[in-house]
């Protein structure tokens, strides 16, 4: 987080100074509670933010996994229409030939096996059935290796929905705590800078992307600053506002690369690269141990990032948190 300038600290610590006397002069010989100082209170903020920003990323990882869940739930949905009709085609058919069966005395078991309507287990039974016609033993079998497929598929969205119902249930707590915490943290944030539109600066300190490249990596660069000044919301991924895997996301996006809105898979969807051979559009990764933040290169040893809640997307050095890593996408 970037610390406020000297001056404004200083106006802040003056007027702090002047609450304090002013208390001691009205309260007389009583002891007045000083408010907290800026310093104080930037570095709550500090320390809340560090804790909570690996909270967001995990919810934005349950929440990825969640939406791919319900995208299979939707896709096998599809599959078990046509195929049920399929079933119930063939399922009818053969209880045609169970009724023409027992109409000219097949046996009693051949009679019982077929008209149940059941068709698993019948190709391990084909023995019995010499009485009918060749064709008749392949669409009975058929029907069973439909019906098979038909009970494996219902079997696996059955178990889908019972996990996406637990993965949703958690989901709404992580967000209800997500939410407080936020906040709590906006608070402190009005506290120490007087007004709930909070800036810390300028988002554009000079040219943006600094280095221009014509490939991938230069577009998402470009891309990326194209977005400087859109709100920090979590779990955001655009168009009016972005986290900061987020806004990675968004910025690869913009050039045919997929990249999951989550921190630590986008970590592990690149190839790693060293310092010395940083592009445009490359990620920067910061919070060695919990990968809790990143940022996308811009060349000249400045990044784009999405900072934090109250803030906007912003230029910023590549030095403004301990650095983890670097990734570089496609």
Sequence with gaps: ??????????????LVSAAAAIGVVLAGPSVAHAAPSPASVEAQ????????????????DVH???????????SLAKQITPLQVQVDVALAQVRGLATDAYMQGSPSALHAMLITGSPTGLTDKLTYLDQLARHQQEQIAGVAKLRDKYTGIKSDLDLLTTSIAARDADLAKKKTAIEKKIN??????????????VSDGPYKTGPCPVTYTNDKGGRAAQRACDLLGKPYVFGSEGPNSYDCSGLTKEAWASVGVNLDHYTKDQWNEGKAVSRDD?????????????????????????????????DHVRMATIERGPIAGYRRPG
Excluded: C
């Excluded at 320390?47 to 909570?52: A, F, G, I, Y």
């Excluded at 709590?184 to 539109?197: E, H, P, V």
């Excluded at 809790?292 to 109250?310: D, E, L, Q, R, S």
């Design 64 to 74: 990825g996994k969640l939406l791919q869940n319900q995208a299979q739930q939707k």
């Design 1 to 14: 987080m970037k610390r406020i300038g000297a001056r404004r600290a200083a106006v802040l610590r003056g």
């Design 184 to 197: 709590d943290l906006q608070k402190l944030r009005i506290q120490a800078y007087g007004t709930a539109d």
């Design 45 to 60: 903020i500090d320390k809340q933010w560090n804790e909570l920003e690996p909270v967001i990323e995990q919810y934005n």
């Design 278 to 310: 940083l592009q445009p559009g490359d990620l920067v990764f910061y919070y060695p141990g919990s990968l809790h933040h990143v940022a996308i290169y811009i060349g000249g040893g400045m990044v784009v990032h999405a900072p934090h809640t109250g």
